[in-house]
């Protein structure tokens, strides 16, 4: 028997052979450990590129916004049609996001004196989404800026900028690799446009309802 400070060895075990086989058993306690970490990261990593996606979209909608009293004003907008263009990028199923531009008309009329005006979206999302199959359902909030233009020719008239919240939901459809269709819908949640000097708008929030149908191209 041999001693190592108050360690007793056996006979004919060297303290280089206790200490070779001490790191052997470290090792392999390691790598027990180790290889379950290894795989799991392994299959996240491999489960997120297989579900990134880069898309580029255009889709036409309605724009339907109801009637409003409140300030002394009866504000009515026009239902109207529009599009849409997105460019979206989705990196695991809690982890997407879109940039977008959306024109529709939007015509207004305050106590029955109508104002002639377009509006341009610029805004971003956030996306949420759970690919099953072939389909792909989403949900989505964001933000952006409103720009109501009256057209030229009109007196007494002026354009505005709104903020402008945005919220919905819809389902990608993969028809074939690359390319496939999308149905959504959109809430737009913004402060109600005062684009006539002679009458005030109602001072209230607006909600404009725009159910969508589009295809996307997928790279």
């Known amino acids: 028997m041999a001693m190592i400070g108050s360690v007793l060895l056996p006979s004919g075990v060297s303290p280089s052979a206790l200490s070779s086989r001490l790191s052997l058993h470290q090792s392999k306690k390691m790598r027990t450990y180790f290889s379950p970490v290894l795989a799991a990261f392994l299959l996240i990593l491999f489960t997120t590129l297989a579900h990134a996606q880069t898309d580029v979209a255009a889709s036409f909608y309605g724009a339907f916004t109801g009637t409003q009293e409140a300030n002394g004003t009866i504000q009515s907008p026009s239902n109207q049609a529009g599009f849409l263009l997105e460019m979206r990028h989705i990196s695991n199923p809690l982890v997407g996001y879109e940039l977008n531009y959306s024109f529709n008309r939007a ?63 819809g389902v990608d459809w993969t028809v074939i690799p690359h390319f496939g269709l999308r149905g959504q819908y959109r809430g737009n949640l913004y402060h109600a446009p005062d684009l006539l000097k002679a009458a005030s708008s109602t001072r209230q929030f607006a909600n404009t309802a725009e159910p969508m149908l589009g295809a996307y191209f997928r790279f």
């Open 107 to 169: 015509n207004q009329s305050y106590n029955f004196n109508s104002v002639k005006a377009g509006a341009h979206e610029v805004g971003a999302d956030w996306l949420v989404s759970f690919p099953i199959l072939n389909f792909k359902p989403f949900i989505l909030a964001g933000g952006g800026l409103l720009f109501f233009e009256p057209d030229s020719g009109q007196s007494g008239v002026s354009s505005q900028i709104k903020p402008v919240f945005v919220y919905g939901g």
